[in-house]
């Protein structure tokens, strides 16, 4: 399985929710969500600031989790958006069951393009931070999403 994350995205999401996650805790979490005995490959996408020390040490401990990052200098990114880097790695990639951590109605056609590749894409985010695009898809069942949200899943992610 592999598990595509936009941390620009999510960090924000969580600032405006004034939400504190246990990023380990969602790794296993997302890891949980594989057949068992499938491996997860986390990949992560991000700006980074080389002057700020704490995000330093956040994306040392995300890759000390296992997280291949990808980080792009954030004086040349205009819009912190990963959802092309995300798809590309995506449809070059050989798992076949893919979540993408991200709330950007941009994806929403993606997700049948990698359907129609014999993939089984699933949205993860918190509900109350998607684009209201996706509300139609996920209500009809179209797209798999899993809540972020939830309750019991905010217990076993909760800092």
């Known amino acids: 399985m592999l598990v595509c994350i936009d941390l620009s995205k999510l960090y924000f999401s969580l600032r405006s929710l004034g939400v504190t996650i246990n990023y380990g ?11 068992e005995g499938e491996e997860v490959r986390f990949e992560a996408f991000t700006t980074k600031d080389a002057k700020n020390s704490g995000q330093q040490r956040f994306l040392a ?3 000390d989790l296992g997280v291949n990052l990808h980080t792009y200098n ?3 990114v205009s819009n912190a958006n990963f959802s092309t880097e995300m798809v ?5 990639s050989e798992e076949k069951t893919v979540i993408m951590v991200s709330n ?8 049948g393009l990698l359907k129609d590749r014999g993939k089984d894409p699933a949205l993860c985010f918190f509900s109350e931070r998607l684009e209201s695009s996706w509300t139609p ?5 179209d797209v798999k ?5 939830d309750p019991d899943v905010q217990q076993i992610i909760a800092n």
């Open 25 to 35: 805790a969602l790794l296993d979490f997302l890891r949980d969500q594989a057949d």
């Open 61 to 63: 401990a995300l890759d």
């Open 74 to 76: 954030y004086t040349a």
């Open 88 to 92: 590309a790695e995506a449809s070059l």
């Open 104 to 111: 950007d109605g941009a994806l929403m056609r993606v997700f």
């Open 137 to 141: 898809q996920i209500l009809r069942g």
């Open 145 to 149: 999403f899993i809540d972020l949200s």
